[in-house]
């Protein structure tokens, strides 16, 4: 069995101009974790995540502070994500994006995933987007 | 070509790669050192014969240690507790914190001072709306100050004192009141160079620093109970070390097995955190310098340096002194206190010097030379990518501007102090 025949065949995706306010809308409402990033011939150019945004809203001193439970609320969160919310989503994607192809086997999805700790895979043809796979939609169809 | 010659163009090429930093330094050295028993300079044996196993040792001893105890959150706990004396007063903060910075150095290594410090030093100036480029510079010099203080602060002066027999009291004693002095004025310092950053207003927004809760920052008090006990006990052996006729690898090692004992961390975890790339660099810098020494070269330079100071024990003493500083300004200063552990000791073989103020010249120019350029410690270029990641550039002009004459004026100082305290 191919990937093609497990895949999620959902095209929802931004491009990289769209703003960080927006992604993050669809990602709520599409209950996602990332969402592929395409350029105009839908080409998977990168992919943006929920971690990723979080991570851009935190201030720049966190992620060398040891442990920053000492440091109160400020508002610092929401001041940072205000800052960020019309940027485009270029500034912040994963530019080195894992795809794959949708004639490849399960099993080699399976590993990818698992080896890169990938919660999204976009699912390609010729390097246009087709779907996406995520390891619950493998491991599900797998169980059924 | 004889051996003489190759030793000298393997020595050489390997402090010009090592300074150059294209490629890692520890597959340098050991080229080098490779190179030596390849080529039939030194045999196998007296190649590890030349590893000082006690320096090695003290090393692994206190990174093991400091790997430990770094997971309490202490050094987090004393950063922010000493910055709120601060009260407000921006110059107040930079004194506090440059001298925790300096405190913390003479007992940890200057990198991770600088690893600890510098975060929470970005948090502070953000919350107070504030550059955080002075502070975080004051502290980096005092890194390199404060490391000079102790036999385990600077790894130069863990070699000087496994070569010359020099205790951690000798050290303390020596040393640790100058350098006090010179963390003091420092601050005082650096105000000269950012009379404009000193002048923002750092009290409007103190509340916030106020509310920053130390107490949060103790990770593990269980831990942190251990790691003192074992830490203090250690530090108390250290004092007494000579007397009770133990070497210093002896005592971090057995501080290190002790705290891996008692709190129960498996030291598959401690040692993975040991830096295996810089003890090898030392290893192999060992190695180098047996072979260089076992060709003349080292006799060689040992007599030129007697010629030029006509057998003057003060003037020898400013010769190191100063040669030592400015070296260390561009080079690294491990490399070159290996190099000149030998050239000491011969110059002691043909001279009747007392030695001691020729192995603290070289003490203090080889640590305080660390200041002189951002290049001279790893201290100074681990603390300028921090601030480069957070979007802050400072340039290696930058950098010498306010570094280069604090080393000058510290190596002034120190040639005050050793000419009054030891040869006057």
Known sequence: M?????????????????????????????RLFGLPVVNNEQN???????????????????????????????????????KIAHLPVKEFMIRKVYTIEEN????????????????????????????????????????? | MNQTIIAFIIFITTLIF?????????????????????????????????????????????????????????FQYLAIKISKFAKGNIFYLLFSLSIISGILSSILDNVTTIIL??????????????????????????SNIGGTATLIGDPPNIIIGSAAHLSFMDFIINLAPFILVLLILLPFFVRLFFKKEMSQNASKNWKRIEKFDENKAIE????????????????????????????AATVALSGATLLLLVSGIDPADSLLEVEWSTLFFFMGLFIIIAGVEKVGIIQWLSIKIINLTKENLPLTTMVILWISALSCSFINNISYTISMVP???????????????????????????????????????VGINILKRQGKIITFRDFSRVGFPIMITSIILSSVYLYFRYLW
């Open chain 1, 2 to 30: 191919k990937i093609k025949e497990v895949m999620i065949p959902d095209l929802t995706s931004v491009s990289e101009n769209t703003t960080i306010k927006e992604t993050l809308k669809i990602l709520h409402l599409q």
């Open chain 2, 220 to 247: 593990d008090p269980l831990l942190l109970k251990k790691s003192l006990i074992s830490f203090f006990i250690t530090i108390t052996v250290f004092i007494f070390h000579h007397n009770l006729g133990l070497e």
């Open chain 1, 104 to 144: 490849t086997s399960r099993t080699e999805a399976a590993n990818l995933l698992f080896r890169k700790h990938l919660r999204i895979l976009p699912v390609v043809r010729e390097g246009k987007l087709v779907g996406v796979l995520t390891p619950s939609s493998l491991g599900k169809h797998a169980m059924d």
């Open chain 2, 18 to 74: 090592v300074s150059l930093e294209k490629i890692n330094r520890t597959v340098i050295v050991l080229c080098g050192a490779l190179l030596f028993i390849l080529l039939k300079i030194l045999n196998q044996h007296e190649a590890f014969l030349a590893i000082d196993f006690n320096t090695i040792g003290l090393l692994t001893g206190m990174m093991v240690m400091v790997s430990i105890i770094k997971k309490t959150g202490l």
């Open chain 2, 343 to 381: 050239i000491i000791h011969n110059i002691g073989a043909v001279t009747s010097f007392n030695l001691n103020p020729i192995w603290w010249a070289l003490s203090l120019g080889a640590c305080l030379g660390g200041n002189g350029t951002f290049i001279a410690a790893a201290a100074n270029l």
């Open chain 2, 117 to 142: 410090i510098i975060p929470i030093t970005l948090a502070i100036c953000e919350n107070l709306e504030i550059s955080p480029v002075p502070l975080i510079l004051s502290e980096i010099f005092a």
């Open chain 1, 44 to 82: 998977v150019i990168g992919i943006i995540s929920e971690s990723d945004i979080i991570k851009a809203c935190l201030p720049g001193y966190y992620k060398e502070l040891q442990n920053p439970s000492f440091l109160p609320d400020f508002n610092q969160f929401s001041k940072q994500a205000k």
